[in-house]
């Protein structure tokens, strides 16, 4: 997990480059529960199918399998999916294809979060991810179909 300098949760978001910042899974989570956020699985549906996704969460893939090319629907879905003064958290397999998703969402107008580690994390020494940080290792809700 990151941790702010004193070795804590990021419990606030952290400024960022070209969108509103970056969060832990935790502060995302918790924004989302308080209805202060509209949480976004930009993941592919792939993705959501076979590692496990969030109940309620916004199943909006930012790239589609297969072939990863950029989902054409991202804008129009976006759009419908975050009200007007809600903020936007974004939430991926490890926290780079959000970012990517939250700067669009910043383009268009949306006050826009890239969750930190993502749903699965960094991976471990054995190449392996969701034993090293993410929404999942953090014991936030998740389901697996």
């Known amino acids: 997990m990151r941790h702010d300098a004193g070795g804590g949760a990021l419990l ?38 076979w590692v496990g996704f969030v109940p309620g969460a916004v199943p909006l893939a930012w790239k589609q399998w297969p072939g990863m090319a950029l989902n054409a629907g991202f804008d129009d879905g976006l759009k419908a999916a975050v009200p007007a003064g809600k903020k936007a958290v974004m939430l991926c397999r490890s926290g780079v294809r959000s970012i990517a998703a939250a700067k669009r969402a910043a383009e268009l107008g ?6 930190l580690e993502g749903f699965e994390g960094d ?11 993410g929404w999942r290792f953090a014991g ?4 697996q179909a």
Do not use: F, M
């Open 12 to 49: 606030q978001a952290r400024p960022a480059q070209g969108y509103a910042g970056d969060v832990s899974p935790q502060l995302a989570c918790q924004w989302w529960q308080a209805g202060d956020a509209v949480l976004l699985d930009v993941r592919t549906d792939a993705e959501r199918e």
């Open 110 to 115: 949306i006050e826009a979060y890239n969750i």
């Open 123 to 133: 991976p471990d020494e054995h190449a392996q991810r969701g034993k090293k940080g």
């Open 140 to 143: 936030l809700p998740w389901r």
